[in-house]
């Protein structure tokens, strides 16, 4: 695992706030190779393990949470390439 950078604490309450409301979120994270991924999901944890923290997602996935670019319209990383909306998700 390569450094943790911290997220600000206005962004650990967005994820606080999509888990304790079991919503449907749209999600973009970056992979440790640079991809990045657009999801649909629900956020059910945020939770440190190690020198890092992460989030638990419904189906399972577990992502860092200074790999996250975008959850619904809160920007995680400014520097971020985009990625393009998601015509399925809703």
């Known amino acids: 695992m390569t450094d943790y950078r911290p997220v600000t604490c206005g962004q650990q309450d967005v ?3 999509v888990a304790t409301r079991g919503v449907r979120s749209e999600i973009v994270y970056r992979e ?5 991924h657009l999801v649909n999901d629900r956020v059910v944890d945020v939770f440190t393990r190690g ?6 997602l419904q189906s399972g996935r577990e992502v860092r949470l200074d790999h996250l670019v975008r959850v619904n319209d809160t920007v995680f990383d400014e520097d971020a390439r985009g990625v ?3 015509p399925q998700a809703g």
């Open 32 to 36: 440790e190779n640079g991809g990045e």
């Open 51 to 56: 020198n890092g923290e992460f989030t638990r």
């Open 15 to 17: 994820l606080q706030d």
């Open 84 to 86: 393009a909306r998601d």
